[in-house]
């Protein structure tokens, strides 16, 4: 599973998980995803499905959605969305509505690692110079450097307006009429996440929600909380909160299958056909031992190297086999876990 990073790196700590849900998170989730040009080929949404989409929404609403797609303002309603956990999106659009223009600007601008906090409160407080060196600390990041600028001097009139517009209509459009759907979908996947919790340690556990994306703890950060998504499948978006990191992650294959309940979790499909084969199962025992370079395993087993290579991309591909430098392992934590999640894929209502 790919991975969108809008967080910065920090180094290790231990954290705790905190799993979330709700379709607000998925209609915001789903503006970014519609307005995001570079990535929307790659979605797991058919041209015939955007074009749907498209056109059931308004013409002030596309206007409203080019606004998203310049100033990418579904980071600012995420950002919202991390403030309390709100029932419906009248209790979101009361909280914008109450928020001051302070308080708006301050939730706005992320939050980027203790060591631009200065930078980040002397940019509140409309300092043009420390605007320009938050800019300058990150302007590797896609779009951060626009974004701060635009927080800055965009009126806080015209941001409630655009947010509260985007979001009620983007609802309006496409949540509300699947909305049966689409919440089945995600309490579906927070249902089987749970089941797995208590099984896996956080690091593992993260790896297996988000389809492999590891992440080791960082110091300062000692919360990480998954939200699941439909819509922008087959992405995971990444994102930092103070003292916490959140993975909006894509949901699996069996949570959209409500129909049929037999759909296996497409890496547990994948884990078990890499075992299932001879050769791939010397390989493993063979690296078990030790770490062992592509030569060796080719030495060893007699085969040409294009045939071992094709193996070891199957293991790989399975989350069993890692590679560091020349040299592969097995990581032995998927497989001590292997026969639980078949239990619970067997298990599963």
Request: glycine letters at 2%.
């Amino acid at each position: 599973m790919e991975l969108i990073s809008t967080g910065t790196k920090r180094r290790r700590e231990k954290y705790k998980l905190v799993l979330k849900s709700s379709l607000l998170w998925e209609a915001a989730l789903g503006i970014a995803a519609i307005t995001n040009e570079s990535l929307i080929d790659t979605l797991d949404l058919s041209k015939q499905k955007r074009e749907l989409i498209h056109q059931s929404l308004s013409k002030s609403m596309i206007e409203e959605l080019q606004y998203v797609q310049t100033h990418n303002t579904w980071k600012t309603i995420l950002q919202l969305l991390h403030q309390k956990d709100f029932e419906n999106l009248s209790s979101f659009n009361d909280y914008v509505r109450s928020l001051s223009d302070e308080q708006l600007k301050n939730i706005s601008i992320p939050y980027l690692g203790n060591e631009q906090e200065v930078l980040r409160r002397d940019v509140l407080n409309g300092s043009a110079s420390a605007l320009q060196e938050l800019q300058k600390c990150n302007n590797e990041h896609p779009f951060l450097p626009s974004y701060l600028e635009f927080i800055t001097k965009v009126s806080c009139e015209e941001l409630k307006s655009h947010l509260l517009e985007v979001m009620s209509g983007w609802y309006s459009a496409i949540i509300e009429p699947d909305k049966n759907k689409l919440e089945a979908i995600l309490q579906r996947d927070i249902a089987s996440k749970e089941k797995m919790l208590g099984s896996l340690e956080p690091e593992q556990f993260v790896e297996w929600a988000t389809d492999g994306v590891k992440y080791l703890p960082e110091p300062s950060v000692y919360k990480v909380i998954l939200i699941p998504h439909y819509i922008y499948r087959p992405w995971n978006v990444e994102a930092d909160l103070e003292g916490v990191k959140v993975f909006y992650y894509a949901v699996s294959n069996e949570s959209i299958s409500s129909e049929d309940k037999f759909v296996p979790n497409k890496l547990l499909v994948q884990k078990y056909k890499a075992l299932g084969d001879e050769t791939r199962l010397r390989i493993l025992k063979m690296i078990k031992e030790e770490p062992t370079s592509l030569q060796e395993l080719t030495t060893e087993l007699k085969l040409g190297k294009t045939t071992v290579h094709h193996h070891l991309k199957i293991l790989k591909s399975a989350r069993i086999v890692s590679q560091h430098s020349n040299k592969y392992s097995i990581d032995n934590s998927v497989l001590e876990h292997l026969p639980t999640e078949l239990k619970i894929f067997l298990e599963r209502d």
